[in-house]
Protein backbone atom coordinates (compact mmCIF):
# COMPACT_ATOMS: atom_id res chain seq x y z
CA UNK A 1 0.00 0.00 0.00
CA UNK A 2 0.99 3.24 -1.01
CA UNK A 3 0.46 4.74 2.99
CA UNK A 4 0.04 2.34 5.93
CA UNK A 5 -3.10 0.69 6.15
CA UNK A 6 -4.62 2.18 9.83
CA UNK A 7 -4.04 5.44 9.07
CA UNK A 8 -5.70 5.30 5.78
CA UNK A 9 -8.41 3.60 7.37
CA UNK A 10 -8.41 5.85 10.17
CA UNK A 11 -8.69 8.82 7.95
CA UNK A 12 -11.87 7.37 5.35
CA UNK A 13 -13.27 6.34 8.77
CA UNK A 14 -13.45 9.80 10.00
CA UNK A 15 -14.95 11.12 6.56
CA UNK A 16 -17.67 8.68 6.69
CA UNK A 17 -18.73 9.00 9.96
CA UNK A 18 -19.72 12.83 9.78
CA UNK A 19 -21.03 12.56 5.55
CA UNK A 20 -23.35 10.21 7.00
CA UNK A 21 -24.16 12.62 10.31
CA UNK A 22 -24.42 15.23 7.51
CA UNK A 23 -22.07 17.29 9.27
CA UNK A 24 -21.23 20.50 7.50
CA UNK A 25 -17.61 21.52 8.11
CA UNK A 26 -15.80 19.29 10.11
CA UNK A 27 -11.63 18.85 10.74
CA UNK A 28 -9.23 16.77 9.35
CA UNK A 29 -5.93 18.05 9.82
CA UNK A 30 -4.82 20.48 13.21
CA UNK A 31 -2.32 22.43 12.59
CA UNK A 32 -1.24 22.90 16.46
CA UNK A 33 1.25 25.51 16.82
CA UNK A 34 2.42 25.43 20.35
CA UNK A 35 4.98 27.96 20.36
CA UNK A 36 5.98 30.48 17.30
CA UNK A 37 9.87 30.26 18.43
CA UNK A 38 11.94 29.38 16.03
CA UNK A 39 16.39 28.88 15.74
CA UNK A 40 16.09 29.31 11.65
CA UNK A 41 14.52 32.83 9.78
CA UNK A 42 13.81 31.10 6.50
CA UNK A 43 12.92 33.11 3.90
CA UNK A 44 9.13 33.13 2.69
CA UNK A 45 8.01 32.50 6.17
CA UNK A 46 6.59 35.24 8.21
CA UNK A 47 5.15 33.20 11.49
CA UNK A 48 8.23 35.01 13.19
CA UNK A 49 6.86 38.89 11.78
CA UNK A 50 3.34 38.19 12.58
CA UNK A 51 3.51 36.75 15.88
CA UNK A 52 6.75 38.90 17.01
CA UNK A 53 5.03 40.11 20.14
CA UNK A 54 4.53 37.16 21.26
CA UNK A 55 7.50 34.69 20.44
CA UNK A 56 7.86 33.96 23.87
CA UNK A 57 4.95 32.62 24.55
CA UNK A 58 3.99 29.15 24.63
CA UNK A 59 0.52 27.19 24.83
CA UNK A 60 0.32 24.79 28.01
CA UNK A 61 0.34 21.08 27.25
CA UNK A 62 -3.02 20.56 28.78
CA UNK A 63 -4.35 23.33 25.92
CA UNK A 64 -2.45 21.55 23.28
CA UNK A 65 -4.41 18.17 23.93
CA UNK A 66 -7.55 19.98 24.87
CA UNK A 67 -7.38 21.61 21.48
CA UNK A 68 -7.14 18.30 19.44
CA UNK A 69 -10.30 17.19 21.79
CA UNK A 70 -12.11 20.31 20.77
CA UNK A 71 -11.73 19.62 17.04
CA UNK A 72 -11.17 16.12 16.94
CA UNK A 73 -9.58 15.82 13.93
CA UNK A 74 -7.77 12.29 13.62
CA UNK A 75 -4.60 13.80 12.30
CA UNK A 76 -2.55 16.21 14.19
CA UNK A 77 0.28 18.31 12.75
CA UNK A 78 2.33 20.03 15.33
CA UNK A 79 4.18 22.91 13.55
CA UNK A 80 5.31 26.07 14.79
CA UNK A 81 8.00 27.75 14.79
CA UNK A 82 10.05 24.71 15.29
CA UNK A 83 8.44 22.49 17.90
CA UNK A 84 11.30 20.47 19.10
CA UNK A 85 11.69 23.75 20.73
CA UNK A 86 8.65 23.39 23.02
CA UNK A 87 9.49 22.18 26.32
CA UNK A 88 7.22 19.38 26.60
CA UNK A 89 7.06 18.06 23.03
CA UNK A 90 7.92 14.43 24.18
CA UNK A 91 4.54 14.98 26.75
CA UNK A 92 2.77 16.28 23.58
CA UNK A 93 3.40 13.67 21.49
CA UNK A 94 2.68 11.40 23.79
CA UNK A 95 -0.89 12.85 24.58
CA UNK A 96 -2.00 12.84 21.33
CA UNK A 97 -1.01 9.48 20.44
CA UNK A 98 -2.90 8.24 23.90
CA UNK A 99 -5.61 10.64 22.37
CA UNK A 100 -5.44 8.33 18.85
CA UNK A 101 -4.08 10.73 17.05
CA UNK A 102 -1.76 10.60 13.85
CA UNK A 103 0.75 12.50 14.42
CA UNK A 104 2.87 15.34 12.36
CA UNK A 105 6.26 16.68 13.88
CA UNK A 106 6.99 19.66 11.34
CA UNK A 107 10.27 20.11 12.08
CA UNK A 108 13.44 22.15 10.29
CA UNK A 109 15.52 18.88 11.21
CA UNK A 110 18.12 20.40 13.74
CA UNK A 111 17.37 18.75 16.32
CA UNK A 112 15.83 15.19 15.47
CA UNK A 113 19.29 13.76 16.50
CA UNK A 114 19.31 14.83 20.04
CA UNK A 115 15.39 13.65 20.23
CA UNK A 116 16.29 10.15 19.02
CA UNK A 117 19.75 9.90 20.67
CA UNK A 118 16.93 10.32 24.36
CA UNK A 119 14.90 7.54 22.40
CA UNK A 120 18.28 5.16 22.56
CA UNK A 121 19.34 6.01 26.27
CA UNK A 122 15.48 5.13 26.83
CA UNK A 123 15.71 2.53 25.56
CA UNK A 124 19.45 0.96 26.04
CA UNK A 125 20.65 -2.66 26.47
CA UNK A 126 23.27 -4.78 25.45
CA UNK A 127 21.38 -5.65 23.07
CA UNK A 128 21.46 -2.05 20.90
CA UNK A 129 25.11 -2.32 20.65
CA UNK A 130 24.98 -2.99 17.10
CA UNK A 131 22.62 -0.23 16.46
CA UNK A 132 25.04 2.55 18.45
CA UNK A 133 28.20 0.51 16.19
CA UNK A 134 26.00 0.84 12.88
CA UNK A 135 25.04 4.59 13.97
CA UNK A 136 28.95 5.44 15.23
CA UNK A 137 30.32 4.24 12.01
CA UNK A 138 27.87 6.08 10.12
CA UNK A 139 28.72 9.68 11.45
CA UNK A 140 25.40 9.65 12.87
CA UNK A 141 26.07 9.67 16.89
CA UNK A 142 29.64 10.60 18.52
CA UNK A 143 31.16 8.59 20.51
CA UNK A 144 30.17 10.80 23.44
CA UNK A 145 26.73 10.82 22.71
CA UNK A 146 26.92 6.63 22.60
CA UNK A 147 28.31 6.71 26.06
CA UNK A 148 25.61 8.90 26.99
CA UNK A 149 23.03 6.17 25.22
CA UNK A 150 24.85 3.75 27.18
CA UNK A 151 24.49 5.27 30.50
CA UNK A 152 20.37 5.30 30.45
CA UNK A 153 17.67 7.74 30.62
CA UNK A 154 16.40 8.27 34.13
CA UNK A 155 14.39 11.64 34.36
CA UNK A 156 11.09 9.61 33.98
CA UNK A 157 10.36 11.51 31.22
CA UNK A 158 8.62 10.19 27.64
CA UNK A 159 10.37 9.93 24.55
CA UNK A 160 9.59 10.23 21.16
CA UNK A 161 9.65 6.58 19.78
CA UNK A 162 8.81 5.30 15.86
CA UNK A 163 5.69 4.05 15.80
CA UNK A 164 2.92 3.64 12.56
CA UNK A 165 1.27 6.22 14.03
CA UNK A 166 4.14 9.02 13.86
CA UNK A 167 6.22 10.71 11.07
CA UNK A 168 9.18 13.10 11.46
CA UNK A 169 8.15 15.22 8.89
CA UNK A 170 11.15 17.32 7.92
CA UNK A 171 11.19 20.47 5.73
CA UNK A 172 13.29 20.73 2.76
CA UNK A 173 12.76 22.79 0.05
CA UNK A 174 15.26 21.40 -2.62
CA UNK A 175 18.98 20.17 -2.74
CA UNK A 176 21.84 21.48 -0.52
CA UNK A 177 22.61 24.90 -2.32
CA UNK A 178 18.65 25.89 -2.54
CA UNK A 179 17.85 24.72 0.78
CA UNK A 180 20.77 26.02 2.89
CA UNK A 181 19.53 29.86 0.75
CA UNK A 182 16.11 29.77 2.05
CA UNK A 183 16.52 28.76 4.98
CA UNK A 184 19.30 31.57 5.64
CA UNK A 185 21.99 29.29 7.08
CA UNK A 186 24.74 26.88 5.73
CA UNK A 187 24.22 23.56 6.49
CA UNK A 188 21.10 22.62 7.39
CA UNK A 189 20.36 20.70 4.37
CA UNK A 190 23.51 18.56 5.45
CA UNK A 191 22.19 18.76 9.02
CA UNK A 192 18.72 17.28 7.66
CA UNK A 193 20.07 14.48 5.73
CA UNK A 194 22.20 12.93 8.47
CA UNK A 195 18.83 13.11 10.96
CA UNK A 196 16.58 11.56 8.37
CA UNK A 197 19.58 8.77 7.49
CA UNK A 198 19.35 7.85 11.80
CA UNK A 199 15.65 8.33 11.90
CA UNK A 200 14.92 5.20 9.33
CA UNK A 201 18.12 3.02 10.55
CA UNK A 202 15.58 3.41 14.16
CA UNK A 203 12.56 2.48 12.39
CA UNK A 204 10.99 5.86 12.24
CA UNK A 205 8.32 7.12 9.59
CA UNK A 206 9.66 10.13 7.93
CA UNK A 207 7.98 12.75 5.09
CA UNK A 208 9.56 15.51 4.07
CA UNK A 209 7.49 19.17 3.33
CA UNK A 210 8.56 21.61 0.43
CA UNK A 211 7.04 24.77 -0.94
CA UNK A 212 7.88 25.67 -4.44
CA UNK A 213 8.58 29.74 -5.07
CA UNK A 214 9.21 31.17 -8.19
CA UNK A 215 13.13 30.67 -8.80
CA UNK A 216 12.20 27.04 -7.70
CA UNK A 217 13.67 24.41 -10.74
CA UNK A 218 11.24 21.57 -10.81
CA UNK A 219 13.86 19.49 -12.58
CA UNK A 220 16.05 19.98 -8.97
CA UNK A 221 12.72 18.98 -6.85
CA UNK A 222 12.27 15.96 -9.18
CA UNK A 223 16.26 14.96 -8.24
CA UNK A 224 15.45 15.52 -4.54
CA UNK A 225 12.52 13.19 -4.61
CA UNK A 226 14.91 10.46 -6.00
CA UNK A 227 17.46 11.18 -3.52
CA UNK A 228 15.16 11.15 -0.72
CA UNK A 229 13.13 7.95 -1.88
CA UNK A 230 16.80 6.27 -1.82
CA UNK A 231 17.12 7.21 1.31
CA UNK A 232 13.81 5.57 2.03
CA UNK A 233 11.46 8.22 2.83
CA UNK A 234 7.67 7.46 3.08
CA UNK A 235 6.51 10.88 1.16
CA UNK A 236 6.19 13.73 0.58
CA UNK A 237 4.33 16.83 0.68
CA UNK A 238 4.80 19.41 -1.32
CA UNK A 239 2.75 22.88 -1.59
CA UNK A 240 3.24 26.36 -3.79
CA UNK A 241 4.76 29.51 -1.96
CA UNK A 242 2.13 31.70 -2.02
CA UNK A 243 2.63 35.37 -0.79
CA UNK A 244 0.38 35.76 2.26
CA UNK A 245 0.23 39.08 3.94
CA UNK A 246 2.61 38.23 7.11
CA UNK A 247 5.53 36.68 4.85
CA UNK A 248 5.03 39.42 2.13
CA UNK A 249 5.49 42.38 5.38
CA UNK A 250 8.88 39.60 6.51
CA UNK A 251 10.57 39.93 2.92
CA UNK A 252 10.07 43.35 2.32
CA UNK A 253 10.91 44.96 6.01
CA UNK A 254 13.61 42.38 7.07
CA UNK A 255 15.13 41.35 3.72
CA UNK A 256 14.61 44.75 1.18
CA UNK A 257 13.40 42.43 -1.33
CA UNK A 258 9.95 42.44 -3.55
CA UNK A 259 7.85 39.84 -2.52
CA UNK A 260 6.42 39.31 -6.39
CA UNK A 261 10.12 37.90 -7.34
CA UNK A 262 9.53 35.18 -5.25
CA UNK A 263 6.25 33.72 -4.50
CA UNK A 264 3.91 32.63 -6.94
CA UNK A 265 1.51 33.75 -8.95
CA UNK A 266 -2.13 30.84 -9.97
CA UNK A 267 -0.64 31.15 -13.33
CA UNK A 268 2.75 30.12 -12.37
CA UNK A 269 1.77 27.34 -10.02
CA UNK A 270 0.25 25.39 -12.78
CA UNK A 271 3.23 25.38 -14.65
CA UNK A 272 5.34 24.55 -11.62
CA UNK A 273 3.17 21.63 -11.07
CA UNK A 274 2.52 20.52 -14.36
CA UNK A 275 4.44 17.34 -13.60
CA UNK A 276 2.51 16.46 -10.20
CA UNK A 277 0.36 13.84 -11.62
CA UNK A 278 3.20 12.25 -12.97
CA UNK A 279 5.45 12.74 -9.52
CA UNK A 280 2.88 10.85 -7.70
CA UNK A 281 3.00 8.23 -9.98
CA UNK A 282 7.10 8.10 -9.17
CA UNK A 283 6.75 8.94 -5.32
CA UNK A 284 4.74 8.95 -2.65
CA UNK A 285 3.17 12.18 -2.74
CA UNK A 286 1.08 13.16 0.13
CA UNK A 287 -2.32 14.50 -0.97
CA UNK A 288 -4.93 13.63 -2.84
CA UNK A 289 -5.01 13.13 -7.20
CA UNK A 290 -7.58 15.28 -6.84
CA UNK A 291 -5.59 17.98 -5.30
CA UNK A 292 -3.09 17.24 -8.10
CA UNK A 293 -4.99 17.81 -10.77
CA UNK A 294 -6.21 21.05 -9.94
CA UNK A 295 -2.26 21.97 -9.00
CA UNK A 296 -1.71 20.84 -12.07
CA UNK A 297 -4.50 23.21 -13.66
CA UNK A 298 -6.72 20.33 -14.91
CA UNK A 299 -9.79 21.50 -12.75
CA UNK A 300 -10.81 23.62 -10.26
CA UNK A 301 -11.54 23.45 -5.98
CA UNK A 302 -13.42 25.50 -3.58
CA UNK A 303 -11.18 26.02 -0.54
CA UNK A 304 -12.12 24.40 2.82
CA UNK A 305 -9.67 25.90 4.88
CA UNK A 306 -12.18 25.26 7.77
CA UNK A 307 -10.91 20.97 7.53
CA UNK A 308 -7.37 22.09 8.36
CA UNK A 309 -7.56 24.45 11.48
CA UNK A 310 -4.92 26.33 12.95
CA UNK A 311 -4.88 26.54 16.90
CA UNK A 312 -1.61 28.70 18.56
CA UNK A 313 -1.15 30.59 21.58
CA UNK A 314 -3.73 33.36 20.54
CA UNK A 315 -6.54 30.44 19.81
CA UNK A 316 -8.21 29.77 16.69
CA UNK A 317 -7.04 31.25 14.34
CA UNK A 318 -8.82 32.32 11.56
CA UNK A 319 -9.74 32.31 8.66
CA UNK A 320 -6.80 29.52 7.88
CA UNK A 321 -3.39 29.08 8.47
CA UNK A 322 -1.98 31.51 6.42
CA UNK A 323 -4.46 34.49 6.99
CA UNK A 324 -5.08 35.68 10.25
CA UNK A 325 -8.78 38.21 10.46
CA UNK A 326 -9.21 36.83 14.03
CA UNK A 327 -8.27 33.94 16.76
CA UNK A 328 -11.29 32.40 18.43
CA UNK A 329 -11.27 30.19 21.66
CA UNK A 330 -13.31 27.22 20.16
CA UNK A 331 -13.00 25.34 17.18
CA UNK A 332 -17.17 25.79 17.12
CA UNK A 333 -17.41 29.49 17.46
CA UNK A 334 -14.79 29.60 14.58
CA UNK A 335 -17.40 27.52 12.70
CA UNK A 336 -19.78 29.42 13.40
CA UNK A 337 -19.23 33.15 13.34
CA UNK A 338 -16.45 33.36 10.55
CA UNK A 339 -18.20 33.71 6.84
CA UNK A 340 -16.62 31.35 4.57
CA UNK A 341 -18.41 32.57 1.67
CA UNK A 342 -15.64 35.30 2.18
CA UNK A 343 -13.11 33.87 1.15
CA UNK A 344 -11.18 31.32 -1.41
CA UNK A 345 -11.41 31.65 -5.40
CA UNK A 346 -14.49 30.47 -7.24
CA UNK A 347 -15.11 29.83 -11.30
CA UNK A 348 -11.67 32.19 -11.44
CA UNK A 349 -12.85 34.76 -9.06
CA UNK A 350 -11.39 35.42 -5.94
CA UNK A 351 -13.97 36.76 -3.40
CA UNK A 352 -10.94 38.51 -1.16
CA UNK A 353 -7.99 39.29 -3.32
CA UNK A 354 -5.50 37.74 -0.79
CA UNK A 355 -6.68 34.80 -1.52
CA UNK A 356 -5.98 35.24 -5.52
CA UNK A 357 -2.74 33.41 -5.75
CA UNK A 358 -3.79 30.60 -3.05
CA UNK A 359 -3.63 27.02 -4.02
CA UNK A 360 -1.73 25.95 -0.92
CA UNK A 361 -2.16 22.58 0.87
CA UNK A 362 -3.86 23.78 3.84
CA UNK A 363 -6.81 25.25 1.60
CA UNK A 364 -7.55 22.94 -1.29
CA UNK A 365 -6.00 19.57 -0.20
CA UNK A 366 -8.85 18.46 2.23
CA UNK A 367 -11.04 19.82 -0.75
CA UNK A 368 -10.04 16.70 -2.78
CA UNK A 369 -10.67 14.59 -0.26
CA UNK A 370 -13.97 15.59 1.10
CA UNK A 371 -15.61 15.90 -3.01
CA UNK A 372 -16.04 19.21 -3.07
CA UNK A 373 -16.62 20.09 -6.60
CA UNK A 374 -16.87 16.34 -7.13
CA UNK A 375 -16.78 14.97 -10.52
CA UNK A 376 -17.58 10.70 -11.34
CA UNK A 377 -14.53 8.96 -11.03
CA UNK A 378 -13.12 10.66 -8.24
CA UNK A 379 -14.15 8.41 -4.95
CA UNK A 380 -12.17 5.72 -7.10
CA UNK A 381 -9.39 7.59 -7.98
CA UNK A 382 -8.28 8.46 -4.08
CA UNK A 383 -9.16 5.12 -3.16
CA UNK A 384 -6.89 3.47 -5.62
CA UNK A 385 -4.27 6.33 -4.63
CA UNK A 386 -4.20 5.41 -0.94
CA UNK A 387 -4.78 1.54 -1.37
CA UNK A 388 -2.31 0.70 -4.18
CA UNK A 389 1.23 -0.57 -3.55
CA UNK A 390 3.54 2.41 -2.98
CA UNK A 391 6.06 3.40 -5.73
CA UNK A 392 9.38 1.59 -5.60
CA UNK A 393 12.52 2.86 -4.37
CA UNK A 394 14.56 5.12 -6.30
CA UNK A 395 17.67 2.60 -6.83
CA UNK A 396 20.24 5.04 -8.13
CA UNK A 397 19.83 8.31 -5.59
CA UNK A 398 23.63 8.21 -5.23
CA UNK A 399 24.32 9.02 -8.51
CA UNK A 400 22.42 12.61 -7.41
CA UNK A 401 24.71 15.86 -6.76
CA UNK A 402 22.33 16.71 -3.77
CA UNK A 403 25.50 18.00 -1.89
CA UNK A 404 25.82 21.18 -3.87
CA UNK A 405 26.51 23.91 -1.85
CA UNK A 406 28.80 24.57 1.45
CA UNK A 407 29.86 20.88 1.32
CA UNK A 408 31.57 21.50 -1.39
CA UNK A 409 32.57 25.19 -1.10
CA UNK A 410 29.81 26.22 -2.84
CA UNK A 411 27.45 27.09 -0.73
CA UNK A 412 25.63 30.81 -0.69
CA UNK A 413 28.29 32.54 1.70
CA UNK A 414 30.94 31.35 -0.27
CA UNK A 415 31.69 34.65 -1.94
CA UNK A 416 30.67 36.45 1.70
CA UNK A 417 33.26 34.16 3.76
CA UNK A 418 36.19 34.63 0.82
CA UNK A 419 35.62 38.39 1.41
CA UNK A 420 35.89 38.26 5.26
CA UNK A 421 38.70 35.97 5.38
CA UNK A 422 40.98 38.08 2.92
CA UNK A 423 39.71 41.36 4.71
CA UNK A 424 40.95 39.11 8.12
CA UNK A 425 44.74 38.58 6.67
CA UNK A 426 44.96 42.38 5.60
CA UNK A 427 45.67 41.20 1.90
CA UNK A 428 43.05 42.60 -0.64
CA UNK A 429 41.88 40.59 -3.91
CA UNK A 430 40.94 41.77 -7.18
CA UNK A 431 37.23 43.17 -6.36
CA UNK A 432 37.87 42.50 -2.76
CA UNK A 433 36.88 38.51 -3.47
CA UNK A 434 38.91 35.46 -3.88
CA UNK A 435 37.59 32.17 -4.68
CA UNK A 436 36.71 29.95 -2.09
CA UNK A 437 39.08 26.83 -3.81
CA UNK A 438 42.40 29.43 -4.18
CA UNK A 439 43.48 27.49 -0.71
CA UNK A 440 43.48 28.18 2.85
CA UNK A 441 42.41 31.88 4.11
CA UNK A 442 43.29 33.10 8.14
CA UNK A 443 40.00 34.29 9.50
CA UNK A 444 36.37 32.80 9.56
CA UNK A 445 32.76 34.44 9.02
CA UNK A 446 29.46 33.44 10.95
CA UNK A 447 27.69 31.95 8.20
CA UNK A 448 24.59 32.26 10.35
CA UNK A 449 24.12 35.79 9.70
CA UNK A 450 23.70 35.79 6.16
CA UNK A 451 22.61 39.09 5.73
CA UNK A 452 25.50 40.99 7.64
CA UNK A 453 28.30 38.86 5.53
CA UNK A 454 26.62 39.93 2.41
CA UNK A 455 26.30 43.19 3.70
CA UNK A 456 30.14 43.17 3.85
CA UNK A 457 30.93 42.12 0.41
CA UNK A 458 29.55 44.98 -1.09
CA UNK A 459 31.66 47.32 1.37
CA UNK A 460 35.13 44.59 0.10
CA UNK A 461 33.91 45.68 -3.45
CA UNK A 462 33.94 49.15 -2.91
CA UNK A 463 36.91 49.61 -1.19
Same mark, same amino acid.
Given at each position: ??????????????????????????????????????????????????????????????????????????????????? !? &?????? *????????? /? +?? #???? $????????????????????????????????? !? &?????? *????????? /? +?? #???? $?????????????????????????????????????????????????????????????????????????????????????????????????????????????????????????????????????????????????????????????????????????????????????????????????????????????????????????????????????????????????????????????????????????????????????????????????????????????
Amino acid at each position: MRFPFALSAKIAAHIIKHKLRRTPKFAMVLQLEPLHTCNLTCTGCGRIREYSTSLKDMVPLDQCLAAANDCDAPMVSICGGEP !L &IYPQIE *ELVNGLLQQ /G +RI #VYIC $TNGMFMRKKMVDYLAASYSPALEPTLKDLLDQG !L &ISSKQA *ETIRQGKRD /G +RP #VIRP $TQWMYWNVHVDGLEYTHDLIVEREGVFKECVEAIKMAKRLGFQVATNTTVYRETDVREIEDMFRFFSWLGVDGHTISPGYDYDAAKKDMMKRLGKRPEDFFLTRKMTVEKFSRILDWGKAFTIFGTPVYQEFLAGKRELTCTAWAIPTYNVKGWKAPCYLMTDGHYPTYREMLEKVDWEKYGVVNGVARDPRCENCMVHCGYDPSGALGTNYQRGDHWKNFKYNFWPRPPRYERGHEIQAFNGASIGKGHLAEAKAALKATACGTPHPNGVESPHAGSFCGSGDTSEREALLAKVQTAKQT
